[in-house]
């Protein structure tokens, strides 16, 4: 009987120490922002660079990507 009282005891030690967190964070601010998390869903993230656009994704004859492009489909424009 006097594992129950033990454990009686505990139970009111922690919840009362979950009650003192929260009351904590209330009085702190924590909650405060109720409209951004609700619109944070509907903006997509910034792209991340892939490694072959950050280093400049050289071709095998030494042009960039960008002069196939602009040049007809050859590296040189030749």
Known sequence: MSVIA???GCSILVAAGFL??????VRTGQYDDKY???LRILFDDPPA????TAEGAKTADGGGA?????????ARGT
């Open 6 to 8: 033990v454990l009686i």
């Open 20 to 25: 003192a967190a929260f009351l904590w964070a």
């Open 36 to 38: 951004t998390p609700s």
């Open 49 to 52: 660079a892939s490694p072959r």
């Open 66 to 74: 960008e002069a196939n492009e602009t040049n007809g489909g050859t």
